[in-house]
């Protein structure tokens, strides 16, 4: 069994290599690649749904991240044409869009925005698209639940979409700009907020709950200051170099480079900072070399934050995105299995890091996870609700670094009137039967069925 796993693992690293994940080989991977849709096919996908409520109950943390290392292991796979698996999978308009049939070899081309979820308090300058496996989007359109007009119709009229199948699995990617000749600053998260986690996206909202009654009238009105000052990547205590020149560099090389100013809370000011040099290599990117995508991503609301003001120039021919995080959830239990996954430079640190297996390939290794199976159990060591975010996405939201997925999926509704509120951050689980759900629609915790439906 051991020579077996042994085996599978050598076996996945030499795919890997040789297919680029490593970076440094033969020719990167591009936009505009062909690829053709890859499913999920590992020995725990789909896990048995008795066998993960057994371990929430049991709060076999352990288990239940081993199940999401299997899972991880399994979307990124490599495929003949390089891409893990994941990647070859539906984007937004191919899920939501008009065409219900789609030609099997399909091109890799990202639908970058700025994720939706920042969008709707303000913008924030990071490259994310969405992806949904086969059998999420055949639900979604053998139900018609592409159309938003549809959804809202059942609004009132139901209280639940049907069911999505239990292998169903739906991604939110996040990358980050790279330059071709030169270093380019990225902020890591060390998991020391430079602000108060109460500061951020939906800020007002939460002292309009009363999260904040214990302080006074005016304590409480000067934390409605702080929406737009969030422990956003701007904030970030500390930048890594990505050099994409050197397949590797010395250990302790630094460089000084420009970045933001964690110390200002408005995340204007630009200064200088001495940053470790990583290669290119350690991180999944992909080569833009088609005028048009680097044309989308020079549109994007504040992507010349990132370009122009750090590099001096926009985005060009010949850069690359780089893969900084990942969220995922997948249909295991009727609460979803909810983990997220993001970059970092010593990826093999306790508590995110140290307990990955051994069959995740290549630069897949270099992600550090978090996951919650529900939106307050296990509680944390302190008593507070089950805790998993990812700082590129949620660390921006007031409260975000304690906040929960599945706590804020779970309110993923239509109303009569357009999709529900995303914000504040509000935490613990709703039992169906809540007020809340008064006269609406849950959406199978899918808020992209509110956001994303046409
Ligand atoms: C404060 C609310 C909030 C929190 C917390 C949150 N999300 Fe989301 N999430 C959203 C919204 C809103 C969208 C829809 C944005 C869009 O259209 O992509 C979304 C989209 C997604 C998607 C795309 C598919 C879908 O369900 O729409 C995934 C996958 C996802 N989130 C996973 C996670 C994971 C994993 C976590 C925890 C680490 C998390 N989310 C935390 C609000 C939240």
């Excluded at 970058?112 to 639900?139: E, T, V």
């Excluded at 420009?258 to 001495?274: E, G, L, S």
């Excluded at 990132?306 to 609460?335: K, N, Q």
Aim: glycine content about 6%.
């Amino acid at each position: 069994m051991r020579r077996r796993i042994l085996l599978f693992a050598a076996v996945s690293c030499a795919v890997a290599l040789l297919s680029g994940f490593h970076g440094g080989g033969a020719r990167p991977l591009a936009v505009g690649q062909r690829i053709l849709y890859a499913a999920v096919s590992g020995p725990d996908f789909p896990a048995r749904q008795p066998d993960l409520l057994r371990m929430l109950d049991a709060k076999d943390v352990p288990g239940m991240r081993r199940h999401v290392w299997n899972v991880w292991a399994a979307m990124t796979q490599p495929t003949p044409s390089g891409f893990p698996r994941f990647l070859t999978w539906y984007q937004v308009s191919e899920t939501f869009g008009a065409s219900d049939s789609l030609p099997a070899e399909r091109v890799f081309a990202p639908e970058f925005r700025i994720p939706s979820q920042k969008n709707i308090g303000s913008g924030d300058a990071i490259l994310s698209f969405n992806l949904y496996n086969d059998s999420f989007r055949y639900h979604v359109r053998r139900n018609g639940y592409q159309s938003k007009k549809k959804l809202i119709a059942m609004a009132g009229r139901l209280t639940d979409v049907e069911d999505f199948p239990n292998d169903s699995i739906s991604v939110k990617t996040v990358w980050w700009p790279v330059r071709r000749d030169g270093l380019t600053a990225f902020p890591v998260w060390d998991d020391t907020p430079t602000r108060p986690i109460t500061w951020g996206r939906g800020d007002k909202a939460l002292v309009a709950s009363g999260f904040f009654k214990d302080l006074t009238p005016a304590e409480q009105q000067a934390m409605t200051t702080h929406e737009e000052e969030g422990n956003d990547f701007e904030a970030f205590g500390r930048v890594v170099a990505i050099d994409p020149r050197r397949p590797s560099v010395p250990r302790g090389e630094t460089a000084e480079l420009n970045f933001f100013d964690p110390m200002d809370a408005r995340m204007q000011r630009i200064t200088t900072r001495t940053a470790r040099v990583v290669p290119m290599s350690r991180m999944f990117t992909v080569q833009v070399n088609d005028q048009k995508t680097v044309d989308w991503i020079n549109h994007l609301p504040l992507a010349d934050e990132l370009t122009i003001r750090m590099w001096g120039r926009r985005f060009e021919r010949g850069d690359y995105v780089a893969l900084v995080a990942v969220h995922i959830s997948t249909r295991e239990t009727p609460d979803w299995v909810w983990a997220t996954f993001y970059w970092h430079d010593q990826p093999d640190q306790a508590p995110l890091g140290n307990d990955r297996i051994a069959a995740v390939p290549g630069v897949f290794r270099d992600y550090k996870m978090h996951s919650v199976y529900h939106a307050e159990l296990p509680k944390e060591a302190g008593g507070h609700n089950a805790i998993a975010f990812n700082p590129y996405l949620e660390a921006a939201f007031a409260y975000g670094p304690r906040s929960n997925c599945s706590a804020c999926h779970q309110r993923a509704v239509m109303t009569a009137d357009g999709p529900g509120d995303v914000f504040p951050v509000r935490l613990g689980y709703l039992p169906k039967d809540d007020p809340f759900y008064k006269g609406k629609l849950r959406l199978d915790t899918s808020w992209s069925l509110a956001y994303e439906t046409k």
